[in-house]
């Protein structure tokens, strides 16, 4: 276990004394900061997971702020930045807060490996369990972490994907040793720095997979299939979308949209963007363009949930076709975001 934080630089005094405030007082004192300095206070709350008991009275004494009858708290933590940032902020500035302070805190644990070639850091992580290769691949670029999965045995690949897509986070103390084994072992010069949290799931598995060799990409979805179908089903259904229509060329965008009724190419194209609104118009027959639009017209508001089905149903023609190699899905080095939100 980590033990108290005992000294405390001005930044975090100000954030644990913001810590000690309710809700809605937090939120006014942080609306009076500048973002730079906001976001440096976040930083803090994030980072102090347990402060000295004394600490904290000494901070709040030294801020003058009322503690007779205040009870003191000495956790802040993500929950308690992400709780602050919404009441002050709301929650779009406070997703974009969110994402600096995780962007500068985490990142840096395997930094020494960014000169490394992936031959190289394969060689490194032979003879590791594949929770510490999975451990390792989710802090490199997806790019990288590819072409580091591809240098792996066939079982080994499956293993490593299993425990990415499994993986949810983990302790700064278990990052830091593995990184720093890993440093010793390569000889590297760069000390890594602390991250304060380390998520996996399936999504990097599949960033990672996107950008994987045709051969890794498909062996490597065989073998989730024979072990864990929900799982491979769970990742094709990531790795290509209904978005993705606009990455085909003309002909295939026809061969998808054939045979899908107006009503459910209308509900998937709610909230979608011009571009792929414009792509799947241009790409019909007059006459359903004509019951496209009529549906679209009178459809109204459509819950979320069966946007995502609509698109889900089209996606799985998608990926069926090119199973069979009767289309072809360009794949670029980046993606586009879903839209998050329908209208």
Same mark, same amino acid.
């Given at each position: ?12 005094? /100000? ?9 809605? @007082?937090? /939120? ?9 300095? /906001? ?8 980072? +102090? ?11 709040? /004494? ?5 503690? *007779?009858?205040? *009870? ?31 962007? @500068? ?14 031959? *190289? ?40 994907? %299993?425990?990415? $897509? ?12 593995? =990184? ?7 000889? $590297? ?15 990097p598995l599949v960033d990672i997979i996107n950008r994987a060799d045709v051969t890794t990409e498909h062996d490597l979805l065989?073998?989730?299939d024979a072990r864990d179908p929900q799982l491979a089903e769970e990742v094709r259904s990531r790795m290509i979308t209904f ?13 998808? +949209?054939?045979?899908?009724?107006? $009503?459910?190419?209308?509900? =998937? ?8 609104? $414009? ?18 017209e009178n459809l109204g508001r459509v819950r979320k949930k069966q946007v995502d089905e609509a698109r889900a149903e089209i996606?799985?023609?998608?990926? %069926? ?6 289309? @072809? ?15």
């Amino acid at each position: 276990m980590s033990e108290p934080v005992t000294v405390l630089t001005g930044t975090q005094k /100000a954030a644990v004394v913001i810590m000690q405030m309710s809700q809605e @007082s937090a /939120a006014e004192v942080m609306r009076a900061f500048s973002e730079s300095e /906001a976001d440096e206070i976040i930083a803090e709350i994030v980072r +102090l997971q347990k402060v000295d008991p004394t600490v904290v009275e000494q901070a709040l /004494a030294e801020f003058y702020v009322h503690t *007779q009858k205040a *009870q003191v708290s000495s956790h802040g933590g993500l929950q308690f930045a992400e709780e602050l940032l919404h009441a002050s902020y709301g929650a779009e500035r406070a997703a974009g807060f969110l994402d600096r302070v995780s962007s @500068s805190m985490s990142g840096t644990s395997f930094e020494f490996l960014d000169a490394a070639d992936p031959h *190289q850091i394969s060689n490194l992580l032979a003879g590791e369990l594949p929770e510490t290769k999975a451990l390792v691949l989710a802090h490199l670029s997806p790019t990288k972490a590819s072409q580091v999965l591809a240098q792996f045995d066939a079982v080994t690949q499956l293993d490593v994907a %299993e425990a990415i $897509a499994g993986m949810r986070s983990a302790t700064p103390e278990a990052v830091r040793i593995v =990184a720093e084994n890993l440093r010793r072992s390569s000889r $590297a010069v760069v000390a890594p720095r602390q991250r304060t949290d380390v998520v996996g799931g399936v999504q990097p598995l599949v960033d990672i997979i996107n950008r994987a060799d045709v051969t890794t990409e498909h062996d490597l979805l065989e073998a989730l299939d024979a072990r864990d179908p929900q799982l491979a089903e769970e990742v094709r259904s990531r790795m290509i979308t209904f978005a993705d229509i606009v990455r085909l060329g003309v002909k295939d965008v026809q061969q998808v +949209l054939r045979g899908i009724d107006a $009503a459910m190419l209308a509900t =998937a194209l709610k909230g979608a963007s011009a571009d792929l609104t $414009a792509t799947v118009r241009d790409n019909i027959s007059e006459r359903n363009r004509e019951s496209l639009d009529e549906e679209l017209e009178n459809l109204g508001r459509v819950r979320k949930k069966q946007v995502d089905e609509a698109r889900a149903e089209i996606a799985r023609t998608i990926r %069926e076709l090119e199973a069979e190699g009767t289309i @072809s899905l360009q794949r670029g080095e980046e993606e586009d975001d879903e839209d998050e939100y329908v209208s």
